[in-house]
């Protein structure tokens, strides 16, 4: 007769045998796509002083097992707080490059708990509906 043990399972009274298998062998990843803010960025004054539209796109490795159980969001990322570190960055800094204010971002992020990696692509659309070229730069951290 096969026992718990041949099925991968602890037995119950010696809780001898295999390490049961992590519920999930892959990283969580949280999606926020298309955030859209108005700063005042740019490598020059007049610049900075107009001001323009930019555009973040975020995937945020976390540990989210205990969510998972509990079905409550303290015990997850809170993707408002996500959203509130970058609209306070991309609002209320001033940088002269993209890539300067990605790093900040990805920065402030990981600071969360349970943020475990950061990937982020910071987009400084065209300014005129005419223009189809617009600028972005993609960083990822830690890595």
């Known amino acids: 007769m096969?026992?718990?043990?041949?099925?991968?399972?602890?037995?119950?009274?010696?809780?001898t045998g295999p390490a049961p298998e992590p519920a999930h062998p892959q990283p969580d990843l949280l999606h926020l796509h298309g955030l859209r803010f108005f700063g005042h960025h740019g490598v020059s004054?007049?610049?900075?002083?107009?001001?323009?539209?930019?555009?973040?796109?975020?995937?945020?490795?976390?540990?989210?097992?205990?969510?998972?159980?509990?079905?409550?969001v303290a015990d997850t990322v809170?993707?408002?707080d996500l959203y509130g570190v970058v609209r306070t960055i991309v609002e209320e800094g001033e940088f002269h490059l993209?890539?300067?204010?990605?790093?900040?971002?990805?920065?402030e992020?990981?600071?969360?708990?349970?943020?475990?990696?950061?990937?982020?692509?910071?987009?400084?659309?065209?300014?005129?509906?005419?223009?189809?070229?617009?600028?972005a730069v993609e960083i990822v951290r830690p890595d």
Do not use: C
């Open 109 to 135: 992020l990981l600071k969360l708990p349970r943020v475990k990696r950061v990937h982020l692509r910071v987009t400084k659309p065209p300014r005129l509906p005419a223009q189809d070229i617009g600028f």
């Open 2 to 15: 096969l026992g718990q043990a041949d099925y991968g399972w602890p037995d119950r009274e010696t809780g």
């Open 78 to 80: 809170n993707y408002v």
């Open 45 to 72: 004054a007049a610049e900075r002083r107009a001001g323009g539209e930019f555009a973040v796109d975020l995937e945020v490795e976390a540990d989210t097992a205990r969510a998972m159980v509990t079905d409550d």
């Open 98 to 107: 993209l890539e300067a204010m990605a790093s900040r971002i990805a920065e």
